[in-house]
C-alpha cells in the first residue's frame, strides 16, 4: 500500500479533495478539533472503504509538504535554537521506546492475533511504512495484513492525539492559522524555491520527507537571519491541512471492509500499546526539558513524520523538536528492525 502516484486520473484527485472538504465541513459543524485535518481523514477512509477510488496526485502532494514544512520553519527563533542543546536525551530515551513497542506489541500479536514472529515484528512497527512493506514484499509475508495494521494505527494517532492533548490541558482550537503578520508574496516564492532545492538536495541523501524537511530548513534559516520574516496566510495554510488529511484517508483505497476487519482489532491493540509505552518514555523527557507532557507525546507518538510535525505546529510545540524526534525514530528503525528479524534487509524509499 503506497501513497498515490503522479498517474492518478485529474477526477480522482479532485473526488477525493471534495470528499475531504465534506468531512472538513461536518467535522467543523460537529466542533472537532484540527477539523481541517480530521474530517478529511475521516471522511475519506470511509470513502475508500466502501468502494470509491481516492488519491491526491503527487505534485499537489508535494506542494503541501513544501506549505507545511515552511509553516513549521516560521516558528523557529533564537529560544528553539537554544533548546537543541537539551534535546539529546530525547533521542535516547527514544531508542528505548522503540524497542520496548517492538517487543510488546510483538509479543501481543503472536499470542492474541496468530502473526507468525516475523510478521508481528513488522505489522507492530511504529512507522517507516515503505520500509516495512518492502522487507514484508522481500521475505513472502502477508504484505496486505501488515498494511492493514500499520495504515490503522496511523489514522488511530492522527484522531487521538488532539484528543489526548486536549485532556492533558492543552488548548487546541479549530482555526489553524498562525497569528501575526503574513508573509509577501515575494517571500513565499523566495522561500519555495529555495525549499524545492534543498529537498532535491535531502531526496540524493535519502533524508525522509524530503520536501517537507527542505522547507523546514529553508523557512528556518530565513526567520533566524531575518531574511524572510512574517507566518503563512491562512488561505494556504488551510488547504494544506486539508490535503493532508485526505492523505490520510486515501491508506484505505482498495481495502474491503472484510480486509479491514482482518488487521482492525491488530492495528487499535497496536497503537494502545505504543501510545502507552510512548507515554511512559515521553513522562520522564517532559520533566527533565521542562516542557508540557503533551508536547513531547506529540513527539513520541509513532504517527506519520507529515502528520506529526503538523500536529505539533497546531498545538504550539518547540518548532523542530516534533521533526528531530520523528526524524530520530526512522533512523533507529532502519537500524533496528533488521537487527530484530536476524537479517539483511532492502532499503525502501518514500514516505514514512
Not at 62 to 82: E, K, P, Q, R, Y
Not at 199 to 226: E, I, K
Not at 311 to 335: E, N, Q, S, Y
Amino acid at each position: 500500500m503506497r501513497w498515490p502516484n503522479m498517474t492518478l486520473p485529474p477526477l480522482v484527485t479532485l473526488l477525493t479533495l471534495a470528499v475531504g472538504a465534506f468531512g472538513a465541513a461536518v467535522a467543523w459543524a460537529m466542533s472537532a478539533p484540527i477539523f481541517i485535518l480530521l474530517g478529511p481523514a475521516v471522511a475519506v477512509s470511509l470513502a475508500g472503504l466502501a468502494g470509491l477510488r481516492t488519491g491526491v496526485d503527487l505534485r499537489l502532494r508535494d506542494a503541501c509538504f513544501v506549505v507545511l514544512g515552511i509553516a513549521v520553519g516560521a516558528g523557529f527563533d533564537s529560544d528553539a535554537l537554544g533548546a537543541m542543546l537539551r534535546w539529546p536525551l530525547a533521542f535516547v530515551l527514544m531508542a528505548l521506546v522503540l524497542w520496548l513497542i517492538l517487543v510488546a506489541s510483538r509479543a501481543v500479536l503472536t499470542r492474541h492475533f496468530g502473526f507468525d514472529g516475523r510478521s508481528a515484528l513488522l505489522a507492530a512497527a511504529p512507522g517507516h511504512l515503505s520500509f516495512v512493506i518492502a522487507i514484508a514484499a522481500d521475505s513472502g509475508l502477508d504484505v496486505p495484513r501488515v498494511s492493514i495494521v500499520q495504515s490503522v494505527r496511523l489514522l488511530a494517532l492522527t484522531l487521538v492525539v488532539p484528543f489526548v492533548a486536549i485532556a492533558l490541558g492543552v488548548e487546541v482550537s479549530g482555526n489553524i492559522a498562525p497569528q501575526g503578520q503574513a508573509m509577501g508574496l515575494g517571500t513565499l516564492a523566495m522561500l519555495a524555491l529555495v525549499s524545492l532545492g534543498l529537498g532535491q538536495v535531502f531526496a540524493r541523501l535519502s533524508v525522509p520527507a524530503p520536501l517537507l524537511l527542505g522547507a523546514m530548513v529553508a523557512s528556518a534559516l530565513g526567520h533566524l537571519t531575518g531574511l524572510a520574516t512574517g507566518v503563512l496566510p491562512g488561505w494556504l495554510i488551510q488547504p494544506a491541512y486539508l490535503v493532508l488529511g485526505a492523505l490520510i484517508g486515501t491508506r484505505f483505497s482498495g481495502v474491503t471492509p472484510a480486509l479491514l476487519m482482518q488487521g482492525l482489532g491488530a492495528g487499535l491493540m497496536v497503537t494502545a500499546v505504543a501510545v502507552g509505552v510512548a507515554g511512559l518514555g515521553a513522562l520522564p523527557v517532559a520533566l527533565a526539558l521542562g516542557m508540557p507532557l503533551a508536547h513531547v507525546l506529540v513527539a513520541f507518538a509513532p504517527g506519520g513524520l507529515e502528520t506529526m510535525i503538523a500536529l505539533g505546529v497546531v498545538l504550539g510545540v518547540v518548532p523542530g523538536f516534533v521533526a528531530a524526534c520523528h526524524i530520530a525514530r526512522l533512523l533507529v528503525l532502519t537500524v533496528l528492525l533488521p537487527l530484530m528479524l536476524g537479517r539483511r534487509t532492502p532499503a525502501a524509499e518514500g514516505c514514512p
